[in-house]
């Protein structure tokens, strides 16, 4: 049994030589395996910036109440598909409504004030019953006191209107202004000078505001004469009379000092504030109603029946058919490389596939919110899928350079040391870096403008290189430029170590 045993055992033996030969002779026999390999050949290439941006509707409206109040009923529900101009929600009209009777009172009891003021002032400068006046009683001065008065109000209205245009072209030049880069204001010298706004938004505006300005200093001037115009005429009035007009008058037990000319410019002013405040609040109760600004889909409801809500936040959002926007934001080393009208791929965060989109806005000014330096970039979608919410995010990849059909390899194969730009090219056994001129790079295939020929091919890794230690550089397919990892592996053409 002994010769049995041992020539199972050298058989044994023989069998593992025999397969190791196998082994290694398959290798030497074709090189090729040792490597993992790609072929260069004629393709397209598009190299894009890629980001990540929140994606919004252009034709979405957040609606809002333009008053405070109650909530008394909602109408809609998220979901909901509705019409441009269908009621979304109303607000309780009972406090709006006592607002408008307050106002209409307030009105009436200005003008009722001008009223007897005017015709107060008229009998100031009254002859007494029983004696005509100087210029024969013809009560020219009368009408001519008339005609004076109305020049007041007139003018004290218009003053009013000069204000509140001035005050709303002031607002609108700070909001112009307040994002406009600031002008250079310093001199060859070092010294600081006046800077004048560059930004064409700001400059116009500021402009504005200064044409208003001096409107309400004429139109100021114009009131201050009619004023004067008004003393003078009651001046002349009383003085063909016996009572002079700024003396007492009896009114039935007691004296009141007759009303002048100031007086009169403040009742038509308080007249005027009195029918804002009506007209106000008629605005303010035809608003208890909100109703869809457009036809589209209720994205979301931010009420409830009985909550106290205010003028300008947002109760109801919609969004209407058409196109979405991404809004992302592009590192400042990239940002120069991005141009309105490039096409872009938006890739919905969980979705497999991206739609087309193109760059529609480019910010002039870094975004204050980015970690690093940054600009604000807009993508503009305009067909979204419905995988594409409102709010949501998504992948961008901005198309900056493209190449069609020229000569490509993977862009794991490429590697950067320093200034040179190799890859490995296996030649007969051999693999042996060579030193390449690189066009556009995507994200799978690179662009080779010089040195390399279609048909050679390309090493991605070696499949018999040593695990790299934490701190060496990893091979192409990583980023570097050493050699991948080595595969222990089973079978013809195995190696283990190099």
């Not at 980023?479 to 595969?487: D, L, N, S």
Request: charged residues 15%.
């Amino acid at each position: 049994m002994r010769p049995v045993l041992r020539w199972t055992a050298v058989v044994a033996v023989v069998g593992i030589g025999a397969s190791v030969g196998v082994i290694a002779f398959t290798a030497e026999a074709d090189p090729a395996a040792r490597y993992r390999l790609a072929t260069a050949a004629l393709g397209d290439v598009a190299q894009t910036v890629a980001t990540n941006g929140t994606v919004d509707f252009v034709n979405r409206a957040d609606v809002s109440f333009g008053v405070d109040g109650t909530l008394a009923e909602l109408s809609v529900a998220q979901g909901q598909q509705v019409s441009a101009g269908q009621s979304l929600a109303t607000l309780d009209r009972a406090a709006l409504q006592a607002a408008v009777d307050a106002a209409e009172a307030d009105l009436a009891n200005a003008k009722a004030t001008l009223e007897a003021d005017q015709q107060r002032q008229e009998e100031s400068v009254q002859p007494p019953a029983d004696r005509p006046s100087a210029d024969g009683g013809g009560g020219g001065g009368g009408a001519q006191l008339g005609r004076e008065q109305q020049a007041v109000r007139t003018a004290q209205t218009a003053a009013g209107k000069a204000i509140g245009a001035a005050k709303a072209a002031l607002a609108a030049q700070a909001k112009a202004c307040a994002a406009a880069p600031p002008a250079d204001g310093t001199t060859a010298e070092g010294t600081t000078a006046e800077a004048t706004p560059t930004d064409p938004a700001c400059a116009d505006a500021l402009a504005a505001a200064m044409s208003a300005q001096d409107a309400v200093a004429g139109a100021q001037d114009n009131l201050q004469k009619a004023i004067d115009d008004l003393a003078t005429a009651l001046a002349a009035a009383a003085s063909q009379v016996d009572t002079p007009a700024a003396a007492p008058q009896d009114r039935g037990g007691g004296t009141d000092p007759a009303p002048t000319a100031a007086t009169i410019a403040g009742d038509q002013a308080a007249v005027d504030t009195a029918t804002a405040g009506l007209l106000a609040a008629n605005q303010a109760l035809d608003q208890a109603t909100l109703t869809a600004p457009i036809a589209g889909t209720v994205a979301s409801v931010e009420v409830a029946a009985g909550d106290a809500v205010s003028a300008g936040t947002t109760a109801v959002v919609l969004i209407g058919a058409g196109a979405a926007v991404v809004e992302t934001t592009v590192p400042v080393e990239r940002i120069g490389e991005i141009e309105v009208g490039q096409t872009a791929t938006v890739t919905p965060t969980g979705a497999a596939r991206g739609v087309r989109g193109t760059v529609s806005r480019i910010g002039r000014l870094a975004d204050a919110g980015a970690d690093a330096v940054a600009y604000p970039v807009t993508v503009t979608v305009d067909e979204p899928t419905a995988a594409m919410p409102a709010g949501s995010t998504a992948g961008v990849a901005i198309v900056v350079a493209t190449a069609d059909n020229v000569l490509t390899v993977p862009t794991s194969a490429v590697a950067h040391r320093g200034n040179a730009t190799t890859v490995s090219v296996l030649a007969g056994t051999e693999a042996s870096p060579r030193e390449v001129v690189v066009g556009a790079t995507g994200p799978l295939r690179t662009e080779v403008r010089d040195g390399l020929e279609a048909g050679e091919r390309v090493v991605l890794a070696d499949l018999s290189a040593a695990l790299p230690s934490a701190d060496q550089q990893t091979g192409p397919g990583l980023g570097g430029g050493a050699k991948m990892p080595g595969v222990l592996r089973s079978g013809p053409g195995a190696r283990v170590g190099k």
